[in-house]
């Protein structure tokens, strides 16, 4: 693994911030939570590489509130070229 971030996939669109933090705290000190609204996925940065690691190995495939929980390193956004046409 590269990186502190996370993916955090397949969560119910109810699960708060909060609460993905206190699950993840328990495998080292959260940084930062980004749930991206009404998608059921968002981002976790731990502090460390190796907590990162951890809490990778530990919490993928288990369940969170009626979920199976999909963690996995996180990737590079991919610069998306705008397109310069309309629709009519």
Known sequence: MQG??????????AVTS?????LFATHGEVRQVNIIEGKGFGFIEMST?????????ELN??????RTLKVDEARPR???????YRRY
């Open 61 to 66: 495939g288990t369940e969170f509130k009626g």
């Open 18 to 22: 909060k609460e993905l933090e206190e």
């Open 4 to 13: 502190s971030k996370l993916y955090v996939g397949n969560f119910s669109y």
């Open 78 to 84: 991919k610069d998306r070229q705008r397109r310069d």
């Open 49 to 57: 590489q190796a907590e990162a690691e951890n809490a990778k190995k």
